[in-house]
């Protein structure tokens, strides 16, 4: 069974900086892509970056660029999303997923974890 759990969220300042992990279990993390999405208070699901198999590539949406970094360690099947200078609209939770196509939103997600930027 795939299993996707995120942690790392929590209640920041505009302009902090939180880390979130993704701990993947039930498939063979090194054979796929991932990806991070979000999604806002009343809103759809936002694709907020990918990373290829082995961590060389990495794709960013125009709005987080510069600002997060994703990574992974596939000798812990550990996913990673760096975030910094974190605006108010970045309140979400995040999720992430399994496999990276473009902007696609993957189907195979883990339940997410809450981000809230707010003073």
């Known amino acids: 069974e795939v299993q996707l759990v995120e942690s790392g969220g929590g209640l920041v300042q505009p302009g902090g900086s939180l880390s979130l992990s993704c701990a993947a279990s039930g498939f063979t993390f090194s054979r796929d892509g991932m990806t991070w999405v979000r999604q806002a208070p009343g809103k759809g699901l936002e694709w907020v970056s990918g990373i290829d198999r082995d961590g060389s590539i990495a794709g960013y949406a125009h709005s987080v660029k510069g600002r997060f970094t994703v990574t992974r360690d596939n000798a812990k099947n550990t996913l990673y999303l760096q975030m910094t200078n974190l605006k108010t609209e970045d309140t979400a939770m995040y999720y992430c997923?399994?496999?990276?196509?473009?902007?696609?939103?993957?189907?195979?997600r883990g339940q997410g974890t809450q981000v809230t930027v707010s003073s």
């Open positions: 997923a399994r496999g990276w196509s473009g902007v696609e939103i993957p189907s195979v």
